[in-house]
């Protein structure tokens, strides 16, 4: 009904472009990144993550992904330097994943696709005056994109996984205070940069696109914890386990991907 999306056979990426057609854009994302085609930019600043006294405030699943959502009313936690011209405001972060064994990446990296994948997103405070406006403007959001493959325990990702049977449902919430994303960054902030959009629907065509070369390693058993969640809410008879919510990568069209040192 309506705008309904998925990651379903009815309902899945191949067909959000009827609802939303900039979902066959010039500038869509996930993509392919090919490295050794991506121009090294001497001028590309390191990025700078204010993220020390940032304020999480809740948890929750929107039958999508599960999402950590922050205090975004003043500019206490930013990204900025990079290819960034302004500091942008972190807003939330959220997951994509695959299926038990198989990988959920969004970008891929020459075809290979990585377990999974966290979007840190940000959006630009200084030009816009939220978050809604700032979506749907070209230079409106900054999205810092890490790889998780799978290896050893994630030494804090138990924090977000110890909290997920209370968001089983789509449409649960629950708070979820004093988490600083900090901790889930790897030691390089080495990155590929492009211009593109939302990976899922309105795919607004407004994210500064920040990926860390670097991934870090989680356990398979912590990202099981991501699949007992699900994408049905607790009143639906059908229970279906969430993963596979990530979109294939889409055309680069004349885009250029840079490189920072
Ligand atoms: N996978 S991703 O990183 O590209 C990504 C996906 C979704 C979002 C997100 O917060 N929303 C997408 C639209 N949604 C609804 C909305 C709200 C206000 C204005 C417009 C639309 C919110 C951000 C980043
Ligand atoms: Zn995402």
């Not at 939303?20 to 993550?49: C, E, F, M, N, T």
């Not at 089983?168 to 590929?192: D, V």
Request: hydrophobic share 30%; proline share 7%.
């Amino acid at each position: 009904t309506g705008n309904h999306w998925g990651y379903g056979k009815e309902d899945g990426p191949s067909l959000w472009h009827r609802n939303y057609p900039v979902a066959q854009g010039s500038r869509q994302s996930p993509i392919d990144i090919i490295p050794h085609q991506a121009a090294h930019d001497h001028s590309l600043d390191p990025i700078i993550l204010n993220y020390d006294h940032c304020t999480s405030i809740n948890i929750s699943n929107n039958g999508h992904s599960v999402v950590v959502e922050f205090d975004d009313s003043d500019d206490r936690s930013v990204i900025r330097g990079g290819p960034l011209d302004n500091p942008y405001r972190l807003k939330q972060f959220h997951f994509h994943w695959g299926g038990k064994g198989c990988h959920g990446s969004e970008h891929t990296v020459e075809g290979l696709s990585y377990a999974s994948e966290l979007h840190l997103v940000h959006w630009n405070a200084v030009k816009y005056k939220n978050f809604g406006e700032a979506a749907t403007a070209p230079d409106g959001l900054a999205v810092l994109g890490i790889f998780l493959e799978t290896g050893d325990d994630h030494r804090w990702l138990h924090v977000i996984t110890d909290a997920l049977y209370m968001v089983k449902y789509k449409g649960s919430l629950t708070p979820f205070k004093g988490f600083n994303p900090k901790c889930l960054l790897p030691s390089s902030l080495h990155y590929w940069t492009y211009l593109g959009s939302l990976t899922t629907p309105p795919l607004h065509e407004s994210v500064t696109w920040i990926i860390l070369k670097e991934p870090i390693s989680v356990s398979e058993k912590q990202l099981g914890k991501f699949r007992m969640l699900l994408f049905t809410g607790e009143e639906e008879v059908q229970r279906i386990h969430m993963e596979n919510n990530f979109r294939p990568p889409q055309p680069l069209n004349d885009r250029k991907v840079r490189s920072s040192n």
